[in-house]
């Protein structure tokens, strides 16, 4: 990557969905249980996908595109996960209302305004993800926000759907997914381009996760939540990186799309500098099945010799250099070649292309380039890539490299892509349009009164930033704040700071950072419940425990939640002094150690102070007993 | 321009959009108690209630709006949908068969009707072309639309219009005939054309889809593909029903038109045949005959023989205990000549029908008996019930299915109502409908959890 690339510089935009999975009992337009995951399959049945035409009579791009590929769907279904309804056998029974309650409040949350009538949409998937080619979708409410820093991010949309397939192997032409999260019931939340660096999206990301939380309604666990991150520079587009699980992957994959676009600029500048204008951009597709079985290089040798493989070159003109441009960092443009025959013509066994401009040593050698040079007559300013499969797909191939060459004239194709390990991105798709929603026939609207919207309005959590700020001007500390306002106990944290006497910056302090470091020492707060904590709760406010001693008493509780603690207390002669009996305790320990010799003696109060508070920690208020100890004279 | 305009509202919602201005593909911003809305204004299905607007959104969903949160509307644009399945003109190879495509409605090709919500077919050969391009592929495509009809509406005028119109397609020298229709009663229109359009010399396919073309998951191309290729290439000569094999996308089945019937009300393998084996399996790279008792292709004589004719005073009454005998009373009364039972077991009703029976038979209507448990023949003679009902004049039809028994009858019953013709019609089977045997493997009905059946069911894609 160029040194300090700022994507700020150029106007970068960045917009998230998030996808989650909500707790429900059932799925949503069937009555299978949901949740119940299995790898375990009972049977399998084959499906192709073929586009179908849009409400407003436009066949989609991506659908269009994904029937080039030709893909035999295998779906694995476990009895006992998914019924006929998944497998595209029976129609939609009545969505699920407990479904529609979850994501009315959650819409509600994010501060949308919700719709009139539910209308379920059909949202077209050719890749096979969905048995029926398509997803049932419905809008719950639109145009809400979160606040973020001192703006608010706006959220476009909240919509309820259903879970797709997950994806068990693509191979060649067939794909083969699982079916036991299909119908699954999950909400997506969709927020404008609103987030202008890197780490705002991760922001923004952990505060959506924060507010449907804060519900107790969504689902928790691997899988149960995945996002959606779209990226755009100026004089760019939408791309979208699809399904990254975890927030704090966004940033370095949101860089990384922003320079790909940068660059993906750079290179339509240079293509515009090649050839003036994109209509004269001339590629040709050569058949070079007569010298395929001269070429020397193994991976095409090995394809043509074992697989009867068949060689096609395609001859770009007057572009070279375009294969070596950079485009990702160690990546060049010939990677965005490959991916689309990679995808498109499922040539899936890597690398699927060479080209002309690889001088590196798994490039072409020279008497091979000889040969394609003279086959395609490539002229000096021209480039070659061979790609090699069987007939149809090679064609597929070669058609696919030219379209992706002359989209490249214009910049940056609308796309959905697929985050790698390493930050990197790889395609996947067409991103798709409007064009692809349908009204689903087998669905009838369904009214969301307006008492339905008041009765859940009024049942509402409040929000995780307003709680926040309540915390905040009660003298909690901001960190504690924040973590309060998402904590599962935070009712009980509420109810104990109104009915015992008791600050809430203490009280805060005991349940965020206490209890996180008591955990983290193996004590089992888990052994603890809210007899015991208002017992705790009891001691404090009346001041028979202070401070430095409660973390002993907590321990003690948690080992012994059947003893009383008050036996704890006296066992340890933890009882409150005042201040005449404080002074004669530490006068008498002082007393005690008078003889002891120091290497520095202006360490005397400190060392008493260790002794000191072995004896009578938490008897006393622990900046009390250092006044009192700090007048023992040596 | 109003009807156009405000397509589909009626009631209040219409009245509000009138008063507003506002008028159907505006695109809006409609202003509303429960916040701002954009988007376009679609028709409302005419099913729906009058208490909503629906707005497309410009992401393309859809939602509706409840008109007492409505406020304000303002249009900024206005913009209308066609929507239309591409045309292209289908291309024509001396080298490949004619194939006469009849409409008659289903779901096959179809697009989206803003009024009801629901599919409406689309049909000419340029918007199946535009839908299906491989057909071309196949052969040349002749498509004639004779209906727009569902299923549930087609009867006696349909059969006879669609089987004259075979007859003179065939004559005019079509290779092979493929009729489009809905499939809740694709079999009943199957045995009408079979008995209604014999000896034809090219086969006649009937074909339909259960997952309409407006889906990626649909049926339809497949079936109709394999349904062309049956009728074009095909050897077996004969009115034959084409569906899903499987449900899985591989092959389809051709099913004698008199032994198959609709077995699941929506799974796309649901139409099996009854008490034998199914005629063949096609998939767009093979034709596998199962049987070879069939009438082959010919070319010498292009006729065939057409009886278009159909009595619809005839009726199914599905036995049920507790029958009283007011229902078969109620039949003779209306004037219905014919009556086919579906009796329980080997073919039995209680005895407080005999009297209406008898009454009934005395009345000159005809009585057939076939069975409810569709699969096995009647057989009347092993309790003395049977034995009381034959003698009440009451005729066992052995292994017909009531459905086609139905379509016989009134088939029968236009071209005569002596007694002994019509049961002599009755009795003497055209195409299987009454088989002399039942093969060891025609009852295959499988029963999950079975450890042989989950066996066969983990390693055969369904």
Known sequence: MEKKFDPTDYKMKSGLEVHHQILTERKLFCRCPAGLYSTEHDTEILRHMRPTLSELGEYDGTALMEFKTKKEVIYLLNRESICTYEMDDTPPFPINQEAVDIAIEIALMLNCKIVGEVHIARKQYLDGSIPAGFQRTTIIGVDGWVPYKDRKIKVIQLALEEDACREVSDVGHTITFRTDRLSMPLIEVVTAPDMKTPDEVADVGRIIGDVLRVTGKVRRGIGSVRQDVNVSIEGGERVEIKGVPRIPDFPPLVLNEAYRQHKLLNIRDFLTECVADKDDFKAEIFDLSDIQGRIRHRLIKKAVERRGAALKGVALRQVKGLLAMETQPELTFAHELSERVRVIACLDQLPNLLHTEDVSVTGLEPEDLDLINKAMNLADEDTGVLTWGSAEDAQTAAQEIIIRVQEAFDGIPNETRQARKDGLTDFERILPGPDRMYPDTDSPPTALDSERIARIQKGLQPKPWDIEKEYLSKGIPRHQSKRLALHPRRTYFDRIINEYDIKPKFAAWVLIDLCKHLKRQGVLLEELNDDHWNKFAELVADKRIFREGIATLITYMADHPEEDPDDFLAAHHITPLDEASLETAVLKIAGEHKGIKLQDEQNWHEVLMGFVMKEIKGCARGELIWETVQRQPR | ?462
């Not at chain 2, 209308?80 to 591409?86: E, G, R, T, V």
């Not at chain 2, 996308?249 to 045949?273: E, P």
């Open chain 2, 1 to 462: 321009m109003e009807k156009e305009g405000l397509k589909g509202y009626r009631g209040a919602a219409k009245e509000k959009l009138i008063s507003l201005k506002a008028r159907v593909w505006g695109d809006v911003v409609v202003d509303t108690s429960r916040g701002e809305f954009r988007g376009i204004i679609l028709p409302r299905s005419e099913t729906a209630d009058d208490q909503h607007i629906v707005l497309k959104l410009h992401n393309g969903y859809n939602i509706g709006l409840h008109i007492e949160t409505v406020n304000k509307i303002e249009e900024l644009g206005y913009r209308k949908a066609h929507y239309k399945i591409p045309e292209k003109s289908f291309p024509i190879d001396p080298d490949k068969p004619k194939v006469t495509l009849f409409g008659t409605g289903g779901t096959i090709a179809s697009r989206l009707d803003y009024r009801t919500g629901a599919v409406i077919p689309a049909f000419s050969p340029g918007e199946l072309y535009g839908a299906v391009p491989e057909l071309v592929d196949v052969c040349n495509l002749n498509t004639i639309k004779l209906y727009g009809e569902f299923s549930e509406n087609i009867g006696r005028e349909h059969w006879i219009g669609v089987a004259k119109a075979i007859a003179e397609a065939i004559e005019d020298g079509a290779d092979g005939i493929v009729v489009g229709h809905g499939t809740d009663t694709m079999h009943h229109t199957a045995a009408a054309l079979t008995f209604m359009v014999q000896d034809s010399p090219v086969p006649i396919i009937i074909v339909g889809s259960q997952r309409s073309s407006d889906r990626p998951s649909s049926d339809a191309a497949l079936n109709l593909i394999n349904a062309c290729r049956a009728a074009g290439y095909g050897e077996i000569a004969e009115v034959l029903v084409c569906m899903f094999g499987p449900t899985s996308d591989q092959y389809d089945l051709l099913h004698r038109g008199t032994r198959v019937r609709k077995m699941h009300s929506s799974y796309r393998s649901t139409f099996r045949t009854i008490g034998e084996r199914p005629m063949a399996m096609v998939s767009t790279s093979e034709y596998v005959p199962l049987r070879d008792d069939y009438r082959r292709r010919r070319k010498d004589n292009l006729k065939v023989k057409l009886t278009p004719v159909f009595d619809d005073r005839v009726s199914i009454v599905y036995y049920y205990p507790n029958m009283k005998p007011d229902i078969i009373d109620s039949l003779v009364d209306n004037g219905y000549k014919g009556i086919v039972i579906a009796g329980t077991g080997l073919g039995h009703v209680n005895r407080p029908l005999y009297p209406s029976l008898k009454r009934a038979y005395e009345a000159g209507v005809h009585i057939y008996m076939t069975v409810q448990t569709l699969w096995g023949y009647v057989q009347m003679f092993v309790y003395d019930t049977g034995r009381d009902i034959l003698d009440l004049g009451v005729v066992p039809l052995d292994n017909m299915l009531p459905e086609v028994a139905y379509v016989k009858l009134g088939w029968a019953l236009g071209q005569t109502h002596e007694r002994d013709e019509v049961k002599d019609i009755m009795l003497t089977p055209i195409a299987d409908e009454i088989t002399a045997r039942e093969p060891i493997d025609g009852y295959l009905v499988m029963q999950g959890g079975l450890p042989e059946v989950k066996e066969f069911f983990k390693s055969y894609k369904r």
